[in-house]
């Protein structure tokens, strides 16, 4: 009888973590991944749209960026994004310069921004194009 217990709790144990594992899994599968917009000089930009504040079911609409440098020395990249709806931009944000460190070989050095048109609602952007003015060596 004790046998038995112990089977019925083993199965019932490992069930419960496969279960776990699979949704797990499938989650992050379904997140939302950042996609190549531009690169230049050895400094990629990636972006995608996201919540501003991912815990809050209300929390507005952001365009989410990451920056990567596999320069092996610091850059300053100056960049400009236009939020576009309906196949035209409706609004171009000002120029925008960020400093990066210096990459390692096959690690580059990531800086992860947040930006939302000034004027128009995030809501209604369906989509970006970033374009990188200027990399300069530091």
């Not at 990636?46 to 504040?53: I, N």
């Amino acid at each position: 009888m004790n046998e038995k217990n112990f089977y019925f709790r083993y199965m019932k144990t490992s069930t419960f973590i496969l279960i776990l594992c699979a949704f797990v899994f499938t989650s992050k599968q379904a997140a939302a991944q950042f996609v190549l917009s531009t690169a230049a000089d050895s400094v990629q930009i990636f972006t995608q749209w996201g919540k501003e504040k991912p815990m809050k079911k209300e929390s507005p609409k952001v365009l989410l960026m990451r920056i990567e440098n596999s320069n092996p020395q610091p850059v300053e990249v100056s960049f400009e994004i236009n939020f576009i709806d309906e196949l035209r931009v409706v609004e171009t944000s000002n120029v925008q310069t960020i400093k990066i460190g210096a990459g390692k070989a096959g690690k580059p050095k990531k800086v992860k921004l947040k930006f939302k048109p000034a004027k128009y609602n995030p809501e209604d952007v369906d989509g970006v194009d970033v374009s990188i003015e200027e990399v300069s060596r530091q």
